[in-house]
């Protein structure tokens, strides 16, 4: 079983969102094991500082490397040395669904979070066996991050989500973008289902989504499709929605 620990200054905020959605179930089920790390649980002064002022100026302040050093001793002591160590800061690669499948096959990760202006970098130079980031955008601290991250990583551990289908068939574990859903009714606001989903018909409908899947992929990920599984008849899809669209049929 998957094994994961989350070192963070607001356990709170991370053991909040435990408490609900498909990865806090598998907790609950005792399919995926997470156990929350209070950083000022490992400082050693009455007033379990973690933070101090940088060395050589400027403004912020910077996460004191003891506390996650002391943090880090008591997982090993407690689950063994962990298979990664993720730092999650802007300065790391970009996370990807990849990263989620390589981490969800290890048996033991560490996520650690970071607040303020960042670490001590003997934080990432020691104990970070790798560093990632979620996004080119600028957060307050790591907590986030790491959720994100351990919801892709969690989705991928068997067991986690009720459909192994579905999972499989993920954007990201596929290729493409999904095709569209619908749900009842039929007709909504003059706005009406595509007919073959009504029809039961269930090649027809398969096709049809298939083929939505790839024009809503060349249309707004035309990246994606380097790199996607495709097969001769998908080719010979791309080529009719290449070609409708010339014509001025298609976006
Ligand atoms: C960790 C501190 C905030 C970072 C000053 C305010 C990831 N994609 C991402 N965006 N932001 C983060 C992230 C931000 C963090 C920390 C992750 C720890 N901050 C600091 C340096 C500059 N800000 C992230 N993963």
């Given amino acids: 079983m998957l094994k994961v620990h989350i070192v963070t200054i607001f356990p709170e905020m991370v053991k909040a969102s435990l408490a609900e959605g498909v990865v806090g179930r598998a907790v609950g089920r005792g399919v995926l094991d997470v156990t929350v790390h209070d950083l000022r649980d490992y400082t050693t002064d009455r007033h379990r500082v973690v933070d101090d002022v940088p060395f050589g100026g400027g403004p912020g302040m910077v996460m004191k490397p003891e506390p996650f050093f002391a943090a880090m001793d008591a997982i090993r002591e407690r689950s063994g040395t962990p298979a990664a160590v993720v730092l999650t800061t802007p300065d790391g690669a970009r996370f990807t669904h990849r990263d989620a499948e390589r981490l969800s096959a290890l048996p033991h990760v560490v996520l650690l979070c970071g607040r303020y202006e960042g670490v001590d970098d003997r934080v990432r130079q020691t104990l970070a066996t790798e560093e990632l980031s979620i996004g080119d955008y600028v957060l307050s601290g790591g907590e986030l991050p790491a959720l994100v991250m ?17 999972v499989a068939r993920d954007t990201f574990a596929q290729g493409l973008l999904d095709f569209p859903q619908f749900t009842r009714p039929a007709s909504y606001r003059g706005a009406d289902v595509p007919p073959v989903l009504l029809s039961g018909h269930h090649a027809e409908i398969a096709r049809w989504r298939r083929r939505e899947a790839l024009r809503r992929t060349l249309e707004r990920r035309p990246d994606l499709l380097a790199a996607a599984a495709l097969d001769d008849e998908d080719r010979a899809t791309l080529r009719e929605l290449e070609e409708l669209r010339q014509k001025g049929a298609l976006k």
């Fill in 150 to 166: 351990l919801d892709a990583i969690a989705r991928l551990v068997p067991g986690v989500v009720g459909d192994e289908a579905s």
